[in-house]
């Protein structure tokens, strides 16, 4: 890695607080300081490091009464945690004009400001500028004269009148938004006439060495996995909208295979309301806890045979790309993101099926059931392209050279 000694980029990850994303995950803040890895927000880390940029990651936080900073075990990155709050309950309840003025006032901008003084910070980064957050701080960032550059991570679309109102000029000083979706650069600019010239194409990255197929027959049996069993996988978070749970589980059943299993293993708000779905499913095992032991992961896309990801609404989404990484093919709807890394199809590696489709997806599956050499040239070409598009150290490159002359 090179020495860090270039300039310190803030970054804020979606949320009031942390608890937002690690609650429904079952961790604890020092859990994401100890064990979390990759994801978007830490392959730009790690990737930016590459580049030899110093990161911050800054969340607010209903735990602590004073700022706190831990230490990311992985890449190094100080993790800063400020006292914050929640913006939704009570009088927001129904109202999404209400609720942005409410994100916009418990913003606890004064302790960001006085992290982003301490670490001597030189410009901020704001995942999903589509959220009220996105708009207090830019005008903090505005009052301390930074730089702000922000990123698209499939947050939703603006809510309310009054953050439309109020989007297109926050949008207007930033300096630049790192945008991998082509339908969302389109929405972009015809939305808020952003300029193309401000919107860069650049993926997430991915640890192309660390995610990397183990022995295929050593770790099916080591996982109780039959050689001849077929193994189709899905990983990431339990949202069932959003990640289009229900459309691969309708998917599965359409499946006619005598000898298959659907492998699913993580966890998220849904978990409660996803398990009936799993029970009534036949052939399906699901690894019900947010994973943080990457190399177990790695174990199951190591002894599987096809990877499945619907998703209705992405950004970048990383969990296909560390399953190409680990050679395999995959079947995938055409989301924002997908879309961009699969828009090859076949000749990347794999199979786009209509959002929203389930028969398309159920046939997809079907084909590459039916034709293990199939299975194998798409997976050799979904590796050959997550090698080439995607490895940390070409996309903290990209970043960089996008970053360079603007702080």
Same mark, same amino acid.
């Given at each position: 890695?090179?020495?860090?000694? *270039?300039?310190?980029?803030?970054?804020?990850?979606?949320?009031?607080?942390? +608890?937002?994303?690690? =609650?429904?995950? *079952?961790?604890?803040?020092?859990?994401?300081?100890?064990?979390?890895?990759?994801?978007?927000?830490?392959?730009? !880390?790690?990737?930016?490091?590459?580049?030899?940029?110093?990161?911050? !990651?800054?969340?607010?936080? +209903?735990?602590? %009464?004073?700022?706190?900073?831990?230490?990311?075990?992985?890449?190094?990155?100080?993790?800063?945690?400020?006292?914050?709050? $929640?913006?939704?309950?009570?009088?927001?309840?129904?109202?999404?004009?209400?609720?942005? !003025?409410?994100?916009?006032?418990?913003?606890?901008?004064?302790?960001?400001?006085?992290?982003?003084?301490? /670490?001597?910070?030189?410009?901020?980064?704001?995942?999903?500028?589509?959220?009220?957050?996105?708009?207090?701080?830019?005008?903090?960032?505005?009052?301390?004269?930074?730089?702000?550059?922000?990123?698209?991570?499939?947050?939703?679309?603006?809510?309310?009148?009054? =953050?439309?109102?109020?989007?297109?000029?926050?949008?207007?000083?930033? $300096?630049?938004? !790192?945008?991998?979706?082509?339908? &969302?650069?389109?929405?972009?600019? #015809?939305? @808020?006439? @952003?300029?193309?010239?401000?919107?860069?194409?650049?993926?997430?990255?991915?640890?192309?060495?660390?995610? #990397?197929?183990?022995? %295929?027959?050593?770790?099916?049996?080591?996982?109780?996995?039959?050689?001849? +069993?077929?193994?189709?996988?899905?990983?990431? $978070?339990?949202?069932?909208?959003?990640?289009?749970?229900?459309?691969?589980?309708?998917?599965? #059943?359409?499946?006619?295979?005598?000898?298959? #299993?659907?492998?699913?293993?993580?966890?998220?708000?849904?978990?409660?309301?996803?398990?009936?779905?799993?029970?009534?499913?036949?052939?399906?095992?699901?690894?019900?806890? @947010?994973?943080?032991?990457?190399?177990?992961?790695?174990?199951?896309?190591?002894?599987?045979?096809?990877?499945?990801?619907?998703?209705?609404?992405?950004?970048?989404?990383?969990?296909?790309? /560390?399953?190409?990484?680990?050679?395999?093919?995959?079947?995938?709807?055409?989301?924002?993101?997908?879309?961009?890394?699969?828009?090859?199809?076949?000749?990347?590696?794999?199979?786009?099926?209509? *959002?929203?489709?389930?028969?398309?997806?159920?046939?997809?599956?079907?084909?590459?059931?039916?034709?293990?050499?199939?299975?194998?040239?798409?997976?050799? $070409?979904?590796?050959?392209?997550?090698?080439?598009? @995607?490895?940390? &150290?070409?996309?903290?490159?990209?970043?960089?050279?996008?970053?360079?002359? +603007?702080?």
């Amino acid at each position: 890695m090179a020495a860090l000694s *270039g300039p310190a980029l803030a970054i804020f990850p979606w949320g009031d607080v942390i +608890e937002e994303f690690l =609650e429904p995950l *079952g961790l604890t803040a020092d859990d994401y300081a100890e064990r979390m890895r990759g994801g978007w927000l830490f392959g730009y !880390v790690a990737g930016l490091q590459s580049a030899g940029r110093r990161c911050i !990651v800054v969340h607010a936080s +209903e735990r602590v %009464k004073a700022p706190e900073r831990l230490t990311h075990a992985q890449t190094g990155a100080p993790i800063y945690l400020v006292p914050g709050r $929640r913006s939704g309950g009570g009088w927001t309840d129904g109202d999404p004009s209400r609720r942005a !003025v409410a994100q916009w006032a418990r913003t606890p901008s004064r302790a960001f400001a006085g992290v982003l003084r301490h /670490e001597g910070c030189d410009a901020i980064l704001v995942q999903d500028y589509e959220h009220a957050r996105f708009d207090a701080l830019t005008a903090m960032a505005q009052r301390l004269k930074l730089p702000v550059f922000a990123s698209f991570q499939g947050g939703d679309v603006t809510l309310s009148p009054l =953050e439309r109102r109020v989007r297109r000029r926050t949008l207007s000083r930033c $300096r630049a938004i !790192v945008v991998a979706s082509a339908k &969302e650069r389109e929405r972009l600019a #015809r939305t @808020y006439g @952003y300029p193309a010239e401000r919107m860069a194409d650049i993926p997430n990255p991915v640890d192309t060495e660390f995610w #990397r197929a183990e022995d %295929k027959a050593a770790v099916r049996q080591a996982l109780g996995v039959a050689p001849d +069993e077929l193994l189709v996988v899905n990983h990431g $978070r339990i949202d069932i909208q959003r990640k289009g749970l229900d459309l691969i589980l309708e998917a599965w #059943r359409r499946l006619a295979h005598p000898n298959a #299993r659907l492998m699913l293993i993580g966890s998220g708000q849904d978990r409660e309301a996803f398990a009936p779905m799993v029970a009534a499913a036949e052939r399906v095992t699901w690894l019900s806890d @947010y994973v943080t032991d990457p190399p177990l992961i790695r174990r199951w896309l190591s002894a599987a045979d096809i990877y499945i990801t619907l998703s209705r609404i992405e950004g970048m989404p990383v969990a296909p790309l /560390e399953a190409m990484a680990c050679g395999l093919p995959v079947v995938a709807s055409d989301a924002h993101g997908i879309a961009d890394i699969l828009k090859g199809g076949e000749a990347v590696g794999g199979i786009l099926a209509p *959002g929203g489709d389930p028969s398309a997806a159920a046939a997809a599956l079907a084909r590459l059931a039916a034709d293990p050499q199939l299975r194998n040239v798409l997976g050799e $070409r979904a590796r050959r392209h997550v090698e080439a598009t @995607y490895g940390v &150290e070409a996309v903290g490159a990209a970043l960089d050279q996008r970053l360079a002359g +603007e702080f």
